[in-house]
């Protein structure tokens, strides 16, 4: 199904971004997110027209909201215990 090829391409970049965040490379997050929402890279898995359907529809659009609350608090989470925990001597 169309809706489960977008909610799993959608997954992988959110795994990315969570992986280059955590390694402190801020610099490839406009990339991935530009060829995520792009249609550079992305017609083989879904045409772009039908991309834009399926982001129109209510239940995808509750997902990527939840999508994105669940990453913010995963990376504050993340970020903040690194910031916190004590320095090596």
């Known amino acids: 199904m169309i809706s489960n090829d977008f909610i799993g391409h959608f997954v992988f970049v959110f795994k990315k971004l969570f992986d280059v965040i955590t390694t402190l490379d801020f610099g ?3 990339q991935i997110w530009f060829n995520f929402w792009s249609q550079t890279g992305r017609d083989e898995i879904i045409p772009m027209v039908l991309f834009h359907a399926i ?4 239940n995808v659009q509750e997902f990527i909201r939840n999508a994105d609350y669940q990453l913010y608090q995963q990376l504050v989470e993340r970020l903040i215990a690194d910031i916190l925990s004590p320095m090596p001597s």
Not at 55 to 58: D, F, G, P, Y
Request: glycine share 0%; aromatic share 0%; net charge negative.
């Open 28 to 30: 490839s997050v406009e």
């Open 55 to 58: 982001c129109s529809l209510n």
